[in-house]
């Protein structure tokens, strides 16, 4: 079973910084690429930033100046660095896994429960 587990999400002032942390398991190994979404009051739901298995970033053209994606493959952790906070990133923020099947399978998405970031004066 998949399970993903975010942390790290609250309240922070504009201009602030905050940490986002998602725990997956099986190892992030097991997974082509890990990605962070967000999604905020009557949006849909938009990637933030993602990383692949071979370590290639890709961010939105909204936080790419701002928020940095990493990993640490020991710890089956992916980590989402948010500098800059403005109240336009406020949303729920989540983990997700991505694992590609092979043949006409396509792809399996896994989502974390997501944690809410509010960013406010």
């Known amino acids: 079973q998949v399970q993903l587990v975010e942390s790290g999400g609250g309240l922070v002032q504009p201009g602030g910084s905050l940490r986002l942390s998602c725990a997956a398991s099986?190892?992030?190994?097991?997974?082509?690429?890990m990605g962070w979404y967000r999604q905020a009051p009557g949006n849909e739901r938009e990637l933030v930033a993602s990383?692949?298995?071979?370590?290639?970033?890709n961010y939105a053209d909204s936080v790419k100046c701002r928020f940095t994606i990493s990993r640490d493959n020991a710890k089956s952790l992916v980590y989402l660095q948010m500098n800059s906070l403005s109240p336009e990133d406020t949303a729920v923020y989540y983990c997700?896994?991505?694992?590609?099947?092979?043949?006409?399978?396509?792809?399996?998405?896994?989502w974390g429960q997501g944690t809410q970031v509010t960013v406010s004066s």
């Open positions: 099986p190892s992030i190994l097991s997974f082509n690429a």
């Open positions: 990383i692949t298995s071979g370590g290639v970033t």
């Open positions: 997700n896994a991505r694992r590609q099947m092979g043949g006409a399978y396509g792809a399996w998405d896994y």
